[in-house]
């Protein structure tokens, strides 16, 4: 089949536009530290089905060009670096060249786990997000500049798993972002509320060329946008690889755009580009009722708390139904939060980069044995705990101790996708650049024009600070080479009666990525929901702090049963963008977001 003509991406661009704008924005105000990206009113989505081989990504225009790759034949692999080069243009916010993510990969045989997580700079340090007086810095002040950058994985993640799994010859797979970069996209809804709420970005000397009027007016809504400068961009790895990140022009103009920044630069250096290295890591998988539930491990903590709050669920006694009027009840809601303070806690004592950080008894499987689960399910009562302790798992009692616990804002600006093929392989993507667009950096090649591409802020996924009040090393700490702790919750789901592939899923949206990844694994799983309903379903839980409700969604009375019982109640828009293929035994049923601009193609 002949590749599509950049005429006819631009064709389907315009005819896509529709679908990819968003109402205008939320009326309450952005909350950073739950939600990462603007939220955009929600717009009902349909269920939709496939009987073949499906995508469900950010945007439009990156489901179709992973679709496009399965009509040639590709793999979901191939399908999978398509649609990531077509969001890193339409949805820049979010994910890119400059960024990293984490990648599940389903052969009909095992899993396998890609990590592509951001590493810091050789030059950084404990005191990298403190101030002169070691004071933790304001999150702004670190994320915004070249400080709080790390060493991109993403391209070397999605080049190491190409090639493994990939059908299609790599530079193809680069052509439909190329030509929609080249012939230009249409803005949608939801990115120009984005660049309309940003300041940090304007003050971005390429970025504001290339996103904003002289008189500081975003580009509109429904404007053609091109960007040749990330076309040339993707030319580069097109022809190079991840090599070109390594060395070159590519790697010298995003040395220079991080180290160069005038009031904040940061330590990256060529040395770090040349020696990044992709990882496969050994995925972990548990149990959970009849299903086996694959994820990823440490650094990312998605898998883990997911599978504690399912676990721990199972360890409470109801009182009511779960669902009620199709909501899920106080009763529920209790319960849940519960469960999600508790891994929250465990979380934040214990997981990091296991290059720097042993697991608690040796495995990180030990946070998930049973005796252990026991005994941290027998804290959760008919009343909130309010804030959980963390657990000792090497411990022979293990009912939780006090222990200081830094956090991080970790503010994943971030996206998923959500692939399956006609062979039965299935990708399940997340990628990141950590906040809104980044670092607010834009790296440009100099091709003519302003563009280019946005460098991430992971390092701010550290905690900021080293050490705890009595001195003690906190496990997340930043350190030369280490990746930071990741909430990002790529997931697999399999029948453990003869291992039948029936769930491909995840989510952004900041540390309650995990909370929306097991609502969603609830609600179809347990529940019986459709994976549209599962996403549609408002977003709840906790990060062990105040019970999160997601705005205008849940009634009075719910509110009342919840404050009864102890909990804290805090609104906030929790934007997810959970995207589902879900094997109803004939074919895939798709599920996208409708807090975002995610959409289905396929066959």
Known sequence: MKPRSRVAWSGL????????????????????ALQPELATTS?????????????????????????????????ALDAAIAAQWVLGLVEPQSSGIGGGGFLLHWDGQRVQAYDGRETAPAAADEQLL????????????????????????????????????????????????????????PVGARLHALLQSEASLQRDPVARRFYYRDDGSPVPSGSLLRNPDYAAA???????????????PLADAIVAAARGHAGNPGRLAAADLAGYRALEREPLCHEWRRWRLCGMPPPSSGALVLAQVLALLDRTTADGPPVEAGLPSADFLHRYSEAARLAYADRNQHIA??????????????????????????????????????????????????????????????????????EGRAVALTSSIEAQF????????????????????????FSFAPRTAGGAPIANRVQPGKRPRSSMAPTLVFERAGGRLVMVAGSPGGAPIPLYVAKTAWAVLDRGFDPQGAVTLPNFGSVNGPTLLESGRFGAATRAALEARGHVLRDAPLTSGSH?????????????????DGAAAGR
């Open 353 to 422: 980069d296991p290059a720097f950080v042993a697991a608690p008894g040796g495995r990180w499987e030990r946070l998930l044995a049973p005796d252990y689960l026991d005994a941290r399910g027998r804290l959760i009562a008919q009343r909130s705990m309010g804030q959980a302790a963390p657990g000792d798992p090497a411990a022979a009692a293990a009912a939780g101790r006090a222990a200081a616990v830094a956090e991080s804002p970790e503010l994943p600006a971030t996206t998923h996708l959500s692939i399956v093929d006609a």
């Open 13 to 32: 661009a315009l005819a896509l536009l529709a679908a990819c704008a968003s109402t205008p924005p939320h009326e309450s105000l952005r909350d950073p």
């Open 580 to 596: 589902v293929l879900w094997w109803d035994g004939s074919g895939w049923q798709a599920g996208a977001d409708p807090r975002r």
């Open 130 to 185: 403190l101030d002169a007086a070691g004071t933790p810095l304001p999150f702004e002040a670190a994320a915004t500049g070249g400080r709080a950058v790390g060493v991109p994985g993403l391209v070397a993640m999605l080049e190491l798993a190409h090639a493994r799994h990939g059908r299609l010859p790599w530079a193809r797979l680069f052509e439909p972002a190329i030509a929609l970069a080249e012939s230009g996209f």
């Open 43 to 75: 717009r009902d989505k349909p269920l939709q089905r496939f009987a073949r081989e499906a995508v469900v990504a950010a945007h439009p225009l990156a489901a179709e060009a992973g679709a496009q790759m399965l009509r040639e034949g590709g793999s």
């Open 234 to 248: 993707l030319r580069l790895i097109a022809t190079r690889g991840a090599q070109a990140l390594r060395s070159g």
């Open 438 to 461: 980044g670092a607010r950096v834009m790296v440009n090649l100099g091709a003519g024009v302003a563009g280019g591409f946005l460098l991430n802020n992971q390092l701010t996924d």
